[in-house]
């Protein structure tokens, strides 16, 4: 079977010319907060198909699932992100996180497609024109009814308990891991003190000096998830269209980047009860970096949720968190991923390029990657760095890096995904480039925007030269527009350095 891309999807769901259970057809209509009972319709619809398990809405369609040309009362900007997260935010309890994509179908207009998750341990309530909350799932019709009988509550509330499950399995996980991490700990430093006193005894030295980052461990660490990454694109049953193809050289064609987590004398914290700070963390990544998706994002779905594991790495037993991403997703919109939390405070998130995805997608004859997607990148892997340490009181210094993949002979495009426009007509000539950086707790928390842009002039210094100054594009006053323009698509995103949520005293 071939691998999905959301038009593909779109041509599936239409086929039968009538709804399923997982898909909603709504015709242009008003959303906004003056139609209160367009708003509660599709809060309703939305609620009724994350009780299902999951599905998608789109709008444009009629009830027989026949695409409407476009609207030049509703067009796209009626539909951004932010209008259906803000309309599910005052209608929806709890929240629900769906996706917004803007499918450009094979007639030309592009239609707006909400990606609805599945509820969670709770039912998802709604709001109906009156404020009042029910309980609403999808019935034959198909329908989005509130619930009125045994069958619909019994077969709800089995799934809720499928979750609770996971989550308690959960925390039985995390609670092994953090006392085999405690262990493992308090071993390694007593024998580690034994060591050196009886060093001092015999040399007469001192306590030495705090000593390089391991970076050979982060490195390994680092090399397995990607494996795993490269493991799971390869399972595809991949079949003989672009896009297939263009999956199949996500093998090769990918960033493995992340962070570690160290104290003042540069060893690995012991990451204690990941799965809450993991929580935590994606919550807050919300705020600041979400597009759509965001690093280490802690989906809830029982398939897709993370789960504790245990790795064997150069020799070394670690037990870690996993976040499975690539084996779950059928629909490919653009980007897959994959990420490790270890044990010892590795953070490790490995992903393919969206330029390729746009690139097929527009018919772009060259191959590329752009400023702002690099942001977007750096900037998500900081956000999620900078939120951890704010919340692990041990963590005095990070260490940053990245390994980009398959570099070799793009260009540098301007503006956010096509690449039609370049910075410089220069080619990366290698196809693998790394970064590093050091920072202190101090740095990453107190000056945001220094420490992203230290990140981001090494990549970028690629494409450097007579035509392109990375120090010269990377400005407050250039990254703030960005992330405007971001901001006006619907994206969630805002640097660090102008969001009190994780601002500390730090002394």
Same mark, same amino acid.
């Given at each position: 079977?071939?691998?999905?891309?959301?038009?593909?999807?779109?041509?599936?769901?239409?086929?039968?010319?009538?709804?399923? $259970?997982?898909?909603?057809?709504?015709?242009?209509?008003?959303?906004?907060?003056?139609?209160?009972?367009?708003?509660?319709?599709?809060?309703?619809?939305?609620?009724?198909?994350?009780?299902?398990?999951?599905?998608?809405?789109?709008?444009?369609?009629?009830?027989?699932?026949?695409?409407?040309?476009?609207?030049?009362?509703?067009?796209?900007?009626?539909?951004?992100?932010?209008?259906?997260?803000?309309?599910?935010?005052?209608?929806?309890?709890?929240?629900?996180?769906?996706?917004?994509?803007?499918?450009?179908?094979?007639?030309?207009?592009?239609?707006?497609?909400?990606?609805?998750?599945?509820?969670?341990?709770?039912?998802?309530?709604?709001?109906?024109?009156?404020?009042?909350?029910?309980?609403?799932?999808?019935?034959?019709?198909?329908?989005?009814?509130?619930?009125?009988?045994?069958?619909?509550?019994?077969?709800?509330?089995?799934?809720?308990?499928?979750?609770?499950?996971?989550?308690?399995?959960?925390?039985?996980?995390?609670?092994?891991?953090?006392?085999?991490?405690?262990?493992?700990?308090?071993?390694?430093?007593?024998?580690?003190?034994?060591?050196?006193?009886?060093?001092?005894?015999?040399?007469?030295?001192?306590?030495?000096?705090?000593?390089?980052?391991?970076?050979?461990?982060?490195?390994?660490?680092?090399?397995?998830?990607?494996?795993?990454?490269?493991?799971?694109?390869?399972?595809?049953?991949?079949?003989?269209?672009?896009?297939?193809?263009?999956?199949?050289?996500?093998?090769?064609?990918?960033?493995?980047?992340?962070?570690?987590?160290?104290?003042?004398?540069?060893?690995?914290?012991?990451?204690?009860?990941?799965?809450?700070?993991?929580?935590?963390?994606?919550?807050?990544?919300?705020?600041?970096?979400?597009?759509?998706?965001?690093?280490?994002?802690?989906?809830?779905?029982?398939?897709?949720?993370?789960?504790?594991?245990?790795?064997?790495?150069?020799?070394?037993?670690?037990?870690?968190?996993?976040?499975?991403?690539?084996?779950?997703?059928?629909?490919?919109?653009?980007?897959?991923?994959?990420?490790?939390?270890?044990?010892?405070?590795?953070?490790?998130?490995?992903?393919?390029?969206?330029?390729?995805?746009?690139?097929?997608?527009?018919?772009?004859?060259?191959?590329?990657?752009?400023?702002?997607?690099?942001?977007?990148?750096?900037?998500?892997?900081?956000?999620?760095?900078?939120?951890?340490?704010?919340?692990?009181?041990?963590?005095?210094?990070?260490?940053?890096?990245?390994?980009?993949?398959?570099?070799?002979?793009?260009?540098?495009?301007?503006?956010?995904?096509?690449?039609?426009?370049?910075?410089?007509?220069?080619?990366?000539?290698?196809?693998?480039?790394?970064?590093?950086?050091?920072?202190?707790?101090?740095?990453?928390?107190?000056?945001?925007?220094?420490?992203?842009?230290?990140?981001?002039?090494?990549?970028?210094?690629?494409?450097?030269?007579?035509?392109?100054?990375?120090?010269?594009?990377?400005?407050?006053?250039?990254?703030?527009?960005?992330?405007?323009? $971001?901001?006006?698509?619907?994206?969630?995103?805002?640097?660090?350095?102008?969001?009190?949520?994780?601002?500390?005293?730090?002394?």
């Amino acid at each position: 079977m071939s691998i999905l891309t959301d038009v593909q999807q779109m041509e599936e769901d239409l086929r039968h010319r009538s709804e399923k $259970l997982n898909v909603e057809f709504k015709a242009w209509m008003d959303i906004s907060k003056s139609n209160k009972d367009g708003q509660a319709k599709i809060a309703r619809h939305i609620a009724a198909i994350a009780n299902h398990g999951g599905g998608r809405l789109y709008f444009g369609v009629d009830d027989n699932g026949n695409p409407e040309p476009s609207s030049e009362k509703y067009g796209p900007d009626h539909y951004r992100s932010d209008a259906i997260h803000n309309l599910l935010k005052a209608r929806l309890e709890p929240h629900v996180q769906c996706e917004v994509h803007f499918t450009e179908f094979t007639n030309g207009v592009t239609y707006p497609v909400v990606h609805i998750p599945s509820h969670g341990t709770t039912p998802i309530t709604a709001k109906d024109e009156h404020s009042f909350m029910h309980v609403y799932v999808r019935s034959i019709g198909p329908e989005s009814v509130k619930v009125s009988n045994f069958q619909h509550w019994d077969i709800l509330f089995k799934r809720c308990m499928r979750f609770r499950d996971v989550e308690a399995v959960q925390t039985r996980e995390e609670d092994e891991l953090t006392r085999t991490q405690a262990m493992t700990k308090a071993i390694t430093e007593s024998v580690t003190a034994s060591v050196l006193r009886v060093l001092a005894e015999h040399t007469g030295q001192g306590p030495a000096a705090a000593r390089d980052v391991d970076w050979t461990t982060i490195t390994a660490f680092t090399e397995a998830a990607r494996q795993e990454f490269v493991r799971q694109i390869n399972s595809f049953d991949f079949g003989n269209t672009e896009t297939d193809q263009q999956v199949r050289e996500i093998a090769e064609k990918h960033v493995a980047s992340g962070y570690a987590l160290l104290d003042a004398e540069n060893n690995f914290l012991t990451l204690e009860r990941p799965h809450g700070l993991l929580r935590t963390a994606s919550d807050e990544m919300d705020n600041v970096a979400s597009f759509g998706w965001h690093d280490f994002i802690v989906l809830s779905n029982s398939d897709v949720s993370p789960r504790t594991r245990l790795w064997s790495i150069d020799g070394k037993d670690i037990t870690g968190v996993e976040g499975m991403r690539v084996d779950a997703k059928t629909i490919y919109f653009g980007e897959y991923d994959y990420w490790r939390a270890y044990g010892n405070s590795v953070f490790v998130t490995t992903k393919s390029y969206r330029e390729d995805f746009h690139r097929l997608r527009n018919g772009t004859d060259h191959a590329f990657l752009t400023s702002v997607n690099l942001f977007i990148r750096m900037h998500c892997l900081l956000a999620h760095a900078a939120i951890v340490t704010a919340n692990v009181s041990g963590a005095q210094n990070i260490a940053l890096f990245t390994d980009h993949r398959g570099l070799k002979d793009r260009m540098l495009g301007r503006g956010f995904d096509y690449g039609f426009r370049v910075h410089t007509h220069l080619k990366a000539l290698e196809d693998r480039y790394f970064t590093r950086l050091v920072v202190t707790r101090t740095e990453l928390l107190r000056d945001y925007f220094g420490t992203l842009k230290r990140l981001c002039v090494p990549i970028l210094e690629i494409w450097g030269g007579s035509h392109f100054d990375p120090d010269q594009w990377f400005t407050r006053e250039n990254i703030n527009q960005i992330v405007a323009a $971001l901001q006006k698509e619907g994206s969630i995103v805002r640097l660090l350095d102008q969001e009190a949520s994780v601002q500390e005293d730090i002394s």
